[in-house]
C-alpha cells in the first residue's frame, strides 16, 4: 500500500441509546456498517444555505448488530479474526505512542512496520493502531462482546493521556515523533507518509466513537482533529497541494465524517482541502490518467470524493467517483476483481506483460475498491455494483485470509505455480495485515440494504437481518455457493406490506423465484433484481434459483491468457505443494513477494481452445470441483481460489498455439 516512490519524492447487542442520540442529533439516518458513515446529512442548522444541494441517498444499510451471521466460511474467517484481534496486546500497539509523549511505555514493541529499522522509511508506525481500533469496533459492533468495547476504550483513554502529557491534540508514533509532521508542512523533503499513518488513528477513533458508542474515543478524535485544522490552517492552496504529493490516505473522508458528526464547518472546509486537486480534476472529466499511479494512494481519496459529494452536493466529486470506479472495476481489474502490479496501476494494453506476476492484487485495494462500490450502490442500486462486490468478496477478500491460522495476505499475485503467502502474527504488521484486521469482521454489511418499502438481499450468505421499520426478521438459508439457490423466511408478528428485491446476478441465465413453494417469478434479465411485493405473514417462504455455468475470462488485448469462473468465482488450478517446506508460506518481509518459495517448478499449460467454450473442463466428484486436461494431456484439478490454500495455484492460463 505504501507508495515510497512518492514519499521519498516528498517524503450481547451494544448498548445504543447514546450513540443512537448523537447520531440522531447530527441527521444520522442509518447507523454506520463498515467502516464509512451511512448517507447521512449535516444538522440542518449547519447547511441552511446548500441543503438542496445534498444528496439524499437511495438506500440505507442496517445495522451490522441488526444481521447476524450463521454457519459459513465467512463466519469461520469472522472467528479467525476475533481471535487474533484477542491474541494482540494494546499496550504493545501503544508504546511508540506514549514513548512520544514522554510517557513511560506499558510493554514492549511489536515488530515489522512497527519497530524494524528496515521499514523506518515508510513511517508507518502506529497504522496497525488504528486498524486495530477499526476492527475492535466492528467486531464489537457484529458480536456485542464487551471485550472489544473494553480494548477501544482503553487505547482512546491512552491516547488522551498522550495528548494531555505532550499538550498537543496531535498522537503518533513516528520515530521522530511531532518533527515528521512539522517538517512536512513546512514543505521540506520528507520519507514516509505521515498522513496516510495519521489517517489510520483518525479512523480507528471515528469507529470506536460510532460503532462502539466510546466516549473516550470521541474526546481524542475531536481533539485530535481540531490539532490537524489548526496545523493545517496557514498553508496556501498550492502548498496544500504539493503536499498532497504524498500519500495521505482518507482523510478528506474522516474530515467529511467528522462535519456529519459535528456540524463543525472548519471540519467540512479542511475535507475539501485534503481532496487532491490534480486526481480530481481529469476524472469529474472523464480522462483516465491512472496509468504509473500508486493504485491504493488514489483509492482511499476515491472515497473521499464520494463522501464529499454526499455532503456538499459538488457533482464533480461524485463524476470522479463514478467514473473511477467503472475505469477500474471494468476495464483494469482481473477476474478476482483484483488489480494493478506491484501497487501501481498499469496500461491496459500492457496486461499481458503484468497479468502472471506475483505482486499483482493488492489486498487492500481490494478492501478500498468495496468500500467504494457500496458507497456508490447506495445512492444507485444498480447489479452491477453489487456483481462486482460479490466477486471482489468471494475471490480477493475471503480468499485473502488462511483459514488455519486467520493470517492474510498482501499480494495476490497470478504467478502460476506460486502459492498464497501470508503475514506472521507480530512481526509483519503490513497495510494489509491492518485491513485483514478490518474485512472479515464486517461481512455483514453489505448482505442487506432497504429503503422505505423494499428489502434488497445482494449477497446469498447463511444470515438474518432484522427489518425494525417493518417489525420484521427475515432468515436466509443457503448452501451458496456449493448449490445455486437460497431460500428466505419471513418473521413478523403481523401482515406486512413490502417488497424484496432478489439480485439476478448477471452470470446467472435465469432466476427463478418460488414463494410457498409456488413459482411467483421468473427473470431472463441477467443483471437486474427480481421483485416480489405482497403482504407478508410470518413463515412465508421465498426461493431463489440461479444457473451456475463455466465460463472463459479474456481480455481483448490478450485472448489467448484466459482464466475459468464458475458463477461468480473463479476457478484456480490446485498444483499442490512440490518443492515446498511446512510453514513456507508464513512470511515477515512483503519486500520479497516473488522471490518467497521460488524454487524451480513447471506450472502446466492448456492447450487453445475457442473463444466461447471452457474447453475440457468436467465436473469432479466434489460440488465446485472440475478436471481439465493440460497441452501434455496431464490432468488438471480446478478448484474456487478462494479455497485455496498451503499449496501452489494458477488462475490465469497461457494457452499453447495449436501445432
Known sequence: MIDTRVAGRKAGRPAGGSRRAFLVSAGAHALMAGTMLSTARPAAAFVADSRAAIPAARLRAFDLADVTLSDSPFL????????????????????????????????????????????????????????????????????????????????ARELAECQQAAGSGLVCA?????????????????????????????????????????????????????????????????????????????????????????????????????????????????????????????????????RLWEVTGKSDYHDASRFFWRTVALTRSFATGGHGDNEHFFPVADFASHVFSAKGSETCCQHNMLKLTRALFLHDPQVAYADYYERTLYNGILASQDPDSGMTTYFQGARPGYMKLYHSPEDSFWCCTGTGMENH??????????????????????????????????????????????????????????????????????????????????????????????????????????????AVQRNPVAPDIVAFTYGPLVLAGALGREGLAPGADIIVNERKYGAYNDTPFTAPTLPAMPNDTPGTLTPGTRPLEFTTRSADNQPVRLIPYHRIAHERYATYWQLTPPV
Open 174 to 306: 513516528f520515530p521522530d515523533g511531532a518533527a515528521l509532521l512539522a517538517t512536512h508542512l513546512r514543505g521540506d523533503p520528507i520519507t514516509g507518509v505521515p498522513w496516510y499513518t495519521l489517517h489510520k488513528v483518525f479512523a480507528g477513533l471515528r469507529d470506536g466513537a460510532l460503532l462502539a458508542d466510546s466516549a473516550p474515543s470521541r474526546a481524542a478524535l475531536l481533539r485530535f482533529a481540531d490539532w490537524a485544522v489548526v496545523a493545517t490552517r496557514s498553508l496556501d492552496d498550492a502548498q496544500f497541494e504539493t503536499m498532497l504529493e504524498t500519500e495521505h490516505g482518507g482523510m478528506s473522508e474522516i474530515f467529511a465524517d467528522l462535519y456529519v458528526m459535528t456540524g463543525n464547518a472548519d471540519y467540512r472546509r479542511t475535507a475539501e482541502r485534503f481532496a487532491q486537486k490534480a486526481v480530481l480534476a481529469p476524472l469529474a472529466k472523464g480522462r483516465d490518467t491512472l496509468d504509473g499511479l500508486h493504485a491504493n494512494t488514489q483509492l482511499p481519496k476515491i472515497i473521499g470524493y464520494q
Open 441 to 550: 469482521v464486517k461481512y455483514r454489511d453489505s448482505i442487506y440494504f432497504h429503503d422505505d418499502d423494499a428489502l434488497y438481499v445482494n449477497l446469498f450468505i447463511p444470515s438474518a437481518v432484522t427489518w425494525k421499520d417493518k417489525a420484521a426478521r427475515v432468515t436466509q438459508t443457503t448452501l451458496f455457493p456449493d448449490v445455486p439457490t437460497t431460500s428466505l423466511r419471513w418473521t413478523s408478528a403481523r401482515p406486512t406490506v413490502a417488497t424484496i428485491k432478489l439480485r439476478h446476478p448477471r452470470w446467472s441465465r435465469t432466476a427463478i423465484v418460488l414463494v410457498n413453494g409456488t413459482e411467483a417469478a421468473r427473470s431472463t434479465r441477467p443483471g437486474s433484481y427480481v421483485d416480489v411485493a405482497r403482504t407478508w405473514r410470518s413463515g412465508d417462504t421465498v426461493e431463489l434459483r440461479l444457473a451456475m455455468d463455466v
Open 76 to 155: 469461520h474467517a469472522q472467528h479467525k479474526t476475533e481471535a487474533y484481534l484477542l491474541a494482540l496486546q494494546p499496550d504493545r500497539l501503544l508504546h511508540n505512542f506514549r514513548v512520544n509523549a514522554g510517557l513511560k511505555p506499558k510493554a514492549p514493541v511489536y515488530g515489522g512496520w512497527e519497530s524494524d529499522p528496515l521499514w523506518a522509511d515508510i513511517n508507518c508506525h502506529g497504522h496497525t493502531l488504528g486498524h486495530y481500533l477499526s476492527g475492535c469496533a466492528l467486531a464489537y459492533r457484529s458480536t456485542g462482546k464487551r471485550e472489544y468495547k473494553r480494548r477501544i476504550d482503553h487505547i
